[in-house]
Nanobody, 127 residues
């Protein structure tokens, strides 16, 4: 299983950016996938996830990004996306995509819920 994250870059406050996570070795619609981020000096933080299609494909987000970030997937491209709008300075971090082999009924917002990770892509937001 390989996840390839891309799309990071340096932007200004208020800008938008879309991250991609190309998946190989798994059909992503059959698995719950998530985005996490890690800022310098902080723990890896849950950003949001999208449940597998068989569980309805619902999305969940951490409060700090609700209304600004959107997770989606393109099944034809087997790719996960994170659309980030109205970026803030505090969104600066390395962003990681993850895929979970298990399905859990609770909100899967722990890094340990996910079994494979992309290499991370850096997002830097400046004023």
């Amino acid at each position: 299983v390989q996840l390839q994250a891309s799309g990071g870059g340096a932007v200004q406050v208020g800008d938008s950016l879309r991250l991609s996570c190309a998946v190989s070795g798994r059909t992503l619609s059959r698995y719950t996938m998530a985005w996490f981020r890690k800022a310098p000096g902080n723990e890896r933080e849950f950003v949001g996830n999208i449940r597998r299609s068989g569980s309805g494909g619902a999305t969940s987000y951490v409060d700090s990004v609700k209304g600004r970030f959107t997770i989606s997937r393109d099944t034809a491209k087997n790719t996960l996306y994170l659309q980030m709008n109205s970026l803030k300075f505090e969104d600066t971090a390395v962003y990681y995509c993850g895929i979970a082999e298990r399905h859990l009924a609770r909100l899967m917002n722990r890094a340990s819920d996910y079994d494979y990770w992309g290499q991370g892509t850096l997002v830097t937001v400046s004023s």
